[in-house]
């Protein structure tokens, strides 16, 4: 509520843009209209509802450009459990602080956009698919994409079968990642995988 008692009302994602710009550098600014735009693409092609889908886009990386040491920080002042792998990487912590951040200081209060928020990292079981679509988006905008090959794939997975099935894609690419480049996969990662492998089938990936 503001300070004159009227309640605001919420926000589309170009208010949200014009709310958290000033906070942005302008690369990050950048990143997050290619993942609007992408989000876009996807929940229309799969008649979704695409001003949430865009909204959730729009918060997704609200404290990304945060320094690690001061998400860390941020993180253990309100709180919250910190996973040992999180701890090692604090910048997993960007999707959990942007999510209360956008409700304490934006009024972003949609509880489907606070979770699509802090999971945007590794994906939820209980997404809803408006969040599988800002998922897909952030993983496979242009600039991403030009520089890691699979993500057209996933690009085109999205787009001709289904967002879940683009997202164990991801999943499964990153995971072969680690194993090859020797880093622990976030265990909400491989809990999400898991749940997209019961759902589709090994046959997906």
């Known amino acids: 509520m503001s300070h004159d008692g009227v309640t605001p009302a919420p926000h ?16 990050m600014l950048a990143h997050i209209d290619r993942v609007v735009a992408v989000a876009d693409e996807l929940a229309r092609r799969h008649g979704l509802d695409v001003p949430l889908a865009r909204l959730m886009a729009q918060g997704h990386d609200l404290v990304r450009a945060v320094p690690p040491a001061d998400l860390l920080a941020r993180a253990e002042g309100r709180g919250l459990t910190i996973d040992p792998v999180e701890r090692d990487a604090p910048v997993l912590l960007h999707g959990p602080i942007g999510a209360l951040e956008l409700r304490e200081r934006f009024g972003v209060t949609n509880p489907r956009v606070f979770d699509a928020i802090w999971h945007h990292t590794w994906g939820h079981p209980d ?79």
């Not at 969040?131 to 001709?160: C, G, Q, S, Y």
């Not at 894609?169 to 622990?184: N, P, Q």
């Not at 265990?187 to 898991?194: D, F, K, V």
């Open 127 to 205: 997404y809803t698919p408006e969040a599988w679509a800002m998922f897909i988006a952030d993983k496979v905008e242009p600039n991403k994409a030009r520089k890691w090959k699979a993500l057209r794939t996933v690009h085109r997975i999205a787009l001709e079968q289904s967002l879940e099935a683009a997202a164990l894609r991801y999943l499964d690419a990153r995971l072969k990642e680690a194993v090859r480049e020797g880093f622990t996969v976030h265990p909400q990662a491989t809990l999400t995988r898991n749940h997209l492998l019961r759902r589709l089938g090994s046959g997906n990936t």
């Open 12 to 27: 589309t994602d170009a208010t949200l843009r014009a709310a958290m710009a000033s906070e942005l550098p302008a690369g």
